[in-house]
């Protein structure tokens, strides 16, 4: 059943969805008019195509989204899809390069043009459209299928290149008063999709990601990019921040592809997931193929050895003022589930099949505040406070041995969180987020 919005809130509902265009904010065309999570196409502010597009692109973990038509207008002209970052804010979803649309109207399929092939049902009033992005697929380095849904029910996939920096939800509308409600994002996994194992659910590990693919354990992980230098960044963060009770994570290099183009760090929360960590303002980075330290610079600084496959790297931190960020977030704001608890109710549904479970309390160790959770305590943080953010020295090891000197940083308001990056052919890299020493 379709997630339903609390009209004086705007909220969601439905807890197991995440409300992205919330948390992260978008673009909308100058024709478009929101009024929370509402989009009204406006004809006199313009008779171009009005576009919504969020800026956070999709995950393994949040690989699906809806939308419902709320009013057909003239003509119905609506569409659903994923794109490029910079995709054309005048253009419906699919007509422009790097973008695929399902189109409510007319039923079709459109991916880089503007010529649609028949593909699905009309959709009307009432009806809710879906999109999906299997991750998983095996169809070929960096190309995934997506796939979509009528009133929840599968229509038909299409396999489609991931852009360099992710998969961006857009939506489009081109007729008077048309409007749609945006009903949140979540994991979804539709049996009539061929190729979306059930096991391969990256669980609660990971909040944001882009260019590279996971392996069962979710854990697990291979660049999925073209390898185009300093550009084109298979990056991961995890969906719990650096904390008292956790404050240490590792990455162990399996395999380190061409250049072996790997790295281990922090960075706040809303870190770009095109570039390496490090090399942006908010992120910290010890970068395996040189040794170098990035500290919110492109440019790095000498710091320890060269690591290769069969080295474990480290990153940790040690606390310098005092911090309390595990207690200060509290329940989440209007009965919103946290994020690890949608993702693992997703999870369990498979882990007594797939998974040993007597691990749980290693991956999951108690007290670990999540990114919805931080996202309710900044909320509500008075901005005095966040003035004067904590201090924190950061720490890398190699092999369990520290590396380099520790340096000092203060913690973002937000938080940190642990981020890896990976960025040539073949690399592969399994992650310990809760290493029972460090």
């Not at 999709?193 to 291979?222: H, K």
């Amino acid at each position: 059943m379709a997630s339903k919005i609390d009209l004086k809130s705007k909220k969601l509902q439905d807890s197991s969805r995440v409300n992205l265009y919330e948390i992260y904010g978008g673009a909308l065309g100058k024709n478009i008019e929101c009024d929370g999570n509402d989009f009204t196409y406006v004809t006199a502010k313009g008779s171009s195509v009005g576009i919504v597009k969020m800026w956070e692109c999709m995950s393994p973990l949040l690989n699906y989204y809806e939308i419902e038509i709320l009013n057909e207008g003239r003509s119905c002209a609506i569409g659903i899809g994923v794109g490029i970052s910079t995709y054309s804010m005048t253009s419906q979803p699919g007509w422009g390069a790097n973008c695929i649309g399902y189109h409510a109207d007319d039923g079709k399929l459109f991916q880089n043009s503007g010529y649609g092939k028949a593909f699905g049902p009309r959709c009307k009033k009432g009806d809710v459209m879906g999109l999906g992005i299997d991750f998983n697929s095996d169809v070929g380095q960096n190309h995934v299928n997506v796939w979509f849904t009528k009133n929840g029910e599968y229509v038909g996939k299409e396999k489609m290149k991931r852009p360099m920096q992710g998969f961006y939800p857009i939506i489009g509308m081109h007729s008077d008063k048309e409007s749609v409600r945006y009903l949140g994002h979540t994991f979804k996994c539709p049996d009539e999709a061929e190729g979306m194992e059930l096991l391969n659910i990256p669980r609660s590990y990971w909040f944001r990601c882009n260019g590279v693919r996971f392996q069962n354990d979710g854990l697990t992980m291979t660049y999925d990019g073209l390898g185009t230098p300093n550009k084109d960044c298979g990056v991961a963060m995890g969906s719990t921040f650096i904390s008292k009770t956790n404050h240490y994570f590792e990455l162990e290099i399996i395999n380190g592809g061409k250049n072996c183009e790997i790295a281990i760090g922090l960075a706040k929360k809303d870190y770009p997931l095109h570039r390496f960590p490090g090399w942006n303002d908010g992120g910290v980075g010890y970068h395996a193929d040189n040794g170098d330290l990035y500290l919110e610079n492109g440019q790095g600084e000498k710091f320890g050895p060269i690591c290769k496959a069969g080295d474990v790297m480290g990153c940790g931190v040690r606390f310098l003022d005092p911090y309390e960020g595990e207690h200060e977030a509290g329940a989440v704001e209007n009965g919103t589930q946290s994020f690890k608890e949608v993702s693992m109710t997703v999870a369990d549904e498979y882990d007594s099949e797939y998974y040993d479970t007597d691990d749980s309390d290693y991956y999951n160790p108690p007290s670990v505040v999540t990114y919805l959770e931080s996202q309710a305590r900044e909320k509500v943080t008075p901005e005095e406070k966040k003035k004067n953010r904590p201090r924190i020295l950061v720490y890398f090891t190699k092999n369990g041995a520290e590396v380099g000197k520790a340096v000092e940083m203060k913690i973002p308001p937000g938080g940190f969180y642990p981020i890896v990056g990976v960025l040539s052919q073949n690399e592969k890299i399994c992650v310990n987020l809760y290493p029972l020493t460090g």
